[in-house]
């Protein structure tokens, strides 16, 4: 017989920080689809990727994702250049440095990144309560 002690006198349920928290985040990963794909297509045939994220020096904070669309050639030029935009500013946040027509490696070169941001929160349909969202990036001054 195996007996396993837990102490459950520091165990809490995770929850998401308040709205307006300005938080570090640090990338754990991004979220792959069920066959492995990292850049994924959503319901309309567009791609996107989805970095998971937890709150640097809060154990008890929720983890959460973000969805990130990504340029298409199948979108028009406006769509096309706003989605660069949101992208540069995602990696310029976390300090990934990309510039041109360099690509970056989501596996590789995202997870351990850390940048900051202030986060809302939303009601959570996945497991009740709520969760965080990224309301805006902070970025480092330039």
Do not use: H
């Not at 929850?15 to 570090?24: F, I, Q, T, Y």
């Not at 969805?67 to 199948?74: G, I, R």
């Not at 976390?94 to 590789?108: C, H, M, T, W, Y």
């Amino acid at each position: 017989m195996s007996l396993l002690e837990t102490n459950f006198d520091r165990v809490q349920e995770l929850k998401a920080v308040p709205d307006g928290s300005e938080v570090k985040l640090r990338i754990l990963r991004c979220e792959a689809n069920e066959e492995g794909q990292v850049i994924r297509t959503n319901k309309n045939g567009d791609p996107y990727f989805m970095p998971r994220f937890e709150i640097a020096d809060q154990p008890f904070a929720k983890e959460f994702t973000y969805y990130m669309p990504v340029q298409s050639q199948k979108l028009d030029e406006k769509t096309n250049n706003d989605l660069g935009i949101r992208l540069q500013r995602f990696y310029r946040c976390f300090g990934i440095k990309a510039s041109g027509n360099v690509g970056v490696d989501l596996e590789k070169d995202l997870p351990g990144k850390t940048g900051w941001a202030i986060l809302s929160v939303e009601e959570d349909d996945y497991d009740g309560g709520q969760r965080n969202r990224v309301k805006r990036w902070i970025l480092p001054k330039a």
